[in-house]
């Protein structure tokens, strides 16, 4: 197989140009490196089956020869990016996604759409199965990244009824490991990198709002099996074990062995209060189950940041 991956040096697009070339598939990486980093794929410089593409995918993408599978991870998806980089991210969501698709007709490639659990917003249907619509303020912070997926979601379902584009469609949940960025912002990067260094784990709000935890491995598998399939519907990938942003911190704070103390700190805007995946379709459709228990991932994760930072 010869596969595009767009967004290829970022944290989940490494790990998946890690995958495909374990293997033995052709990888071409593209990234602006806009957030991604070329450090997270610099071991594969000079494989003989891997590319390095730096291009920013909202413009006309050329590729030579076939592709067989395009994987679209291009975009930032980090909260504090929403305001850093919300005309980025509604771009690459927007116009990229066309070209991307574009590419993946003439390439004659099936393709699949990395989208979020963002789709749902700050959702009032708890757990969100893929039937869910979803509560998105479309002017609020985080709708540039809101709305930039459902439009990427629509663009994708355009082209598979209109051209007759093989699509997939991943709903990603939140998910975290090995070459999240340290200064990434999200939750667990930063409880991560607060602990080890000694100082206060900043929780929003009260930390009574809910996630769920998904290791990358579990999340790159899920994705596999999903480009295995034949479904052209979104598929929820995420763990289905439910926590707050108090649990999550106290659990961090135990695992690095931190004297560091909980800080409370204004909840952004909009928010989700809650947030789970409803895996059904994945179990059923996929006989998708994650493997990675949150100990054990936030383990492996500790470790990794206690080396890189
Ligand atoms: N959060 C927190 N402290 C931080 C960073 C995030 O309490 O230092 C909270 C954030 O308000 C949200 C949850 O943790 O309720 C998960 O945030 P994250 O940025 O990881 O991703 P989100 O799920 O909001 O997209």
Redesign the pocket.
């Known amino acids: 197989m010869r596969i595009l991956i767009t967004g290829g040096a970022g944290f989940i697009g490494s790990h998946l140009c890690d995958y495909f070339l374990e293997k033995n598939c052709e990888v071409i990486c593209m990234d602006n490196l806009l957030t991604g980093r070329a450090d997270n794929v610099a071991r594969h410089f000079g494989h003989p089956k891997f590319s390095f593409v730096h291009y920013d995918v909202t413009n006309y993408i050329h590729v030579d020869g076939p592709l067989d599978f395009i994987l679209h991870f291009a975009s930032p998806a ?2 504090p990016d929403f305001e850093r980089l919300g005309i980025r991210i509604l771009k690459v969501g927007a116009l990229g996604t066309h070209k991307v698709l574009g590419l993946a007709r003439v390439k004659q490639a099936k393709y699949l759409l990395a989208s979020t659990s ?1 789709v749902y917003g700050d959702p009032q249907v708890h757990p969100q199965h893929e039937d869910y619509w979803g509560n998105v303020n479309p002017i609020g912070i985080r709708g540039v990244y809101d709305e930039a997926k459902r439009f990427a979601e629509s663009m994708t379902m355009a082209y598979h009824r209109l051209h007759g584009i093989d699509t997939r469609i991943v709903r990603i949940f ?1 998910t975290y490991g090995e070459r999240m960025r340290l200064d990434d ?4 990067p ?2 991560i990198s607060q602990a080890l260094a000694g100082e206060d784990l ?4 009260d ?1 009574s ?1 809910t ?1 769920s935890i998904g290791y990358v491995a579990d999340l790159v598998d899920g994705i596999h099996r999903l480009m295995q399939s034949s479904l052209n519907v979104p598929v929820n990938i995420g763990n289905p074990v439910e926590l707050t ?1 108090k649990e999550l911190a106290e659990k961090i704070i135990a695992l690095t062995g931190s004297k560091s103390r909980i800080a409370f ?1 204004p ?2 805007a909009d ?2 209060k809650q ?1 789970l995946p409803d895996i059904s379709r994945a179990r059923r459709e996929l006989g998708w189950e994650p493997q990675v228990s949150a100990e054990e991932g936030l383990k492996r994760t500790i470790a990794w940041f206690a080396k890189a930072r």
Request: charged content about 25%.
């Open positions: 980090s909260p963002e939140n912002g999200r939750a667990i930063n409880f900043t929780v929003y709000g930390g709002q996630r942003m700190r909840l952004p928010d989700p947030r």
